[in-house]
């Protein structure tokens, strides 16, 4: 038969581990999986820290504001998300992932960065948050980086057809795309190479412009992955 522990043993015990916890500084460890964590599941291990920086950088210089309203497709972990919504005003941002899990450690990062105030909208969608979001909520900014490649031609038509619904008046979407590393897989994605002109007339379908900014490491990307070469599109509706 167990005999069950004192309070006070219990206690001891509990203290002892805490110091243990402490003394061997387990926590940088902790932080560390969980950084792991956070990088697998967007994709690029190492890359946490120059991704972040590039895609918060990016945005507030292209139009960013703290009145935007913003709709990132393919939020993943929130890379970009938590220094989005923590500059937007409460009520602006909305995020749509198609995995579960991914939106699980997004809104572990959202208690963590202190932002449930922000009121972030995190959807789990696989039409892009056609079947949850309202049929007139627009957005000026849409947003979304290392995801167009994972779509196959029939999800990327989806999207652009979104895309086209839910842009505000004079509202500008941004992607990066890939259009020189062969394709291949990521998890249970494609990853899929295409050339600008593809996506020109797969956004055109819709009724968008596409135009070309130059490659993300022409607009400041530091990272030393050959994602550095992805062109960054922009679509806006025709006027
Ligand atoms: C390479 S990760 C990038 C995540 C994030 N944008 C970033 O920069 O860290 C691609 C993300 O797109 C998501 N995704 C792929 N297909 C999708 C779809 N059809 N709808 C919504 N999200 C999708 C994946 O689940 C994944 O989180």
Known sequence: MKIPLSRTSARLIHSLKGFVFDKAN????????????????MGFRGQ?????????????NNGLTPSSTFLELGCGPLTAGIPVMDYLEP?????????????????????????SSKNPRLICSSSFGSDILSRDHTFDIIYSFSVLYHLNDE????FFSE???????????????????????WLEFPFVKRGIETYRAAAAKHGLNTTKLGTIHSLGFGGPGT???????????RT
Do not use: T
């Open 163 to 185: 895309v086209s619904r839910r842009l505000a008046a004079g509202g500008k979407c941004f992607a990066n795309v890939n259009d020189h590393l062969e394709s291949d897989k």
């Open 26 to 41: 387990f926590q940088k460890m902790v932080d560390l999986r969980q950084k792991h964590e956070l990088e697998d599941s």
């Open 155 to 158: 999800v990327l038509d989806d």
């Open 227 to 237: 994602e550095k070469l992805n062109p960054l599109l922009i679509f806006s509706r």
């Open 91 to 115: 009520n602006k941002y909305v995020g749509v992932d198609i995995r579960a899990s991914v939106l699980n450690l997004a809104w572990r990062e959202v208690g963590k960065a202190g932002l």
């Open 48 to 60: 946490w820290d120059s991704h972040r920086k590039f895609q918060i950088d990016f945005l507030r």
